[in-house]
């Protein structure tokens, strides 16, 4: 148990009494509760303190060893029993192993060695660590299970949909997404596929049935100038940099080496068939590839059984309390920590506990957690008021420690945050639009492209406000009418593409880069507008489009049932997109411009 400071009494105004803890500011009271969501974290020491994953506790509890027999630095418990040794000192050595769904974790084996004698292996009680294995992935099943039902509730569901792309696409873009957000990296993916589209198919191609298109043209990219290859990939930023080290790794090694000369393609196919053993045995070859890049395409692409772990998973079981981490400093609580364990043996440690999901459960909480770190759980001022899980949840605990006492009646009737300071930061952070949702027969569709077949999204219709559009469009529009005929209201309309569709449901890594109900803003209609009557919006449902630069930015304040309106019956945009070019491109200012509100937006136009 981490010991809390106790809070600080001071008086609030009007007679009412204030308690602050760490920074935050609530105002007791039996039927309201406010927090002040903007409470500062103290970052000197605190922000540079990173703690580390506590190793599997010993099922046979055993007093600590003897300094004068052990050389090492305490004692790294597992789920082994110590037995005794007239030892001198302790080999340890780590070993790669594999589960049988797959899973790959490190384990270190000691050897006790005696002087001049021959070394005797540490004997495992099989039994014993079976047991205690067998407990741990059932708790961790039930801690699956139990997560995915509550974000199924909010986030809706998100099954394993069949999105199409090679492997090679997949292990190219994974190098994409190293180091930088979803957003950013799967932009330039798209304009990756723009620039050096696949145009043919060879024969030897088309004839294998197991082949999947690639998305991308590699030779074409394999030959590309480093310049060019910074040029496209500008949005994902460190661009120069990045394409540096593509040109030279990546295509320079990694194509290179799986470049048939004879017909000239690049394949990679038989690794959907390969056994989870020997493609860890191949994408360990990869250089530049790490346990999280490999566990994204095995699960992602190849559908095995892997669980990936990034910075927000990482973050999510440490707060959740799933990954216990060593004690902290007396002055750090967990509410304040900026850096959290390596991603690397966050991974070691829940791979070996999760062995039994099979992929499609493992693919839905790999979705869901990675959703929940955007909208709920971020790192810098997470939603906690708006949080469904706050109840478990220890960095909460730590940063509104008076409120666990009342925890019960804020499940009821949820904390919420009223400060008009957050409502300023909120609006500036997202805009609403009210948009109509296209049927297929519509006539304003008939001109599009059609949608994939797997996508349950409609095209959209955003309607321009009045006042953007000038005066000359305007004028222009009613000249070309006839001055005898009945004068009909004309309207202006951008549109708005589904993602699946805007990728052609092909896209590295399966869908979790994107939301289920996002959108891409077509840029062709954004610049020139759509001129219709408006007798094409009858009978249209109207649905709620959040714009804005970000998905966690989108999210911020709202509240629950906000939320899960946003993902069951509205629609969000963070990027605009060319259909004739299916380059992704900025969110068109008409949508949203960052650091305005919404009232000010209008008023200038």
Known sequence: MIALPSPNKTSGGKGKEVTRVSGARIKSSHTDHEIDGNHETPTRLKAKFRPKVMTNSPTTKTPPPDPTTFSGKGDSSSCRRRLDFDSAYIQTKSM????????????????????????????????????????????FHQRAL??????????????????????????VGVFLTQNTADNYSSSAFMSLAAKYPKENISKSQSQNQNHTEDKLDWNAVRCAQSVEISHVIQERGMNNRLAARIKARVFSMFLDSIHDKNNGILDLEWLRNAKPGKAMDFFSGVYGLGIKSMDCVRLLTLRQRAFPVDRHIARIVVRLGWVPVEKLPEDVLIHQLQEYPMMKSVQEYISQRLGNLDAETLYELHYQMITFGKVFCTKKKPNCNSCPLKKDCRHFASAFPSMQQDIEDLILAPVIIKTEEIKKKTNRSRTKHQVFELPDSHPLVQV??????????PYLLAIWPPGIISNEECNSVKSGKKADSQEEEMVFGTYLVPCRTATRGSFPLDGTFFQINEVFADDESSTKPLIFPRK??????????????SISTIFEGLSAQEIQDCFWKGYVCIRGFSMKTRAAMPLPEQFHVKGKSPTKRTKDG
């Open 96 to 139: 790669l192993i594999y589960t049988k769904g797959g899973f790959c974790f490190t384990r270190k084996v000691r050897k006790y060695v005696k002087h001049d004698e021959q070394k005797k292996s540490l004997e495992c009680n099989e039994k014993e660590e079976e047991e205690w294995c067998k407990s741990e992935q059932e708790l």
């Open 146 to 171: 139990s997560f995915i039902n509550s974000m199924r509730l909010v986030q809706g569901n998100r099954p394993f949909m069949g999105w199409k792309g090679s492997v090679v696409d997949s292990v």
């Open 448 to 457: 599009l492209e059609k949608r994939d077949f797997d996508d349950k999204n």
């Open 536 to 549: 094409l919006l009858c009978g249209l449902t109207k649905k709620t489009l959040f714009c804005g630069t």
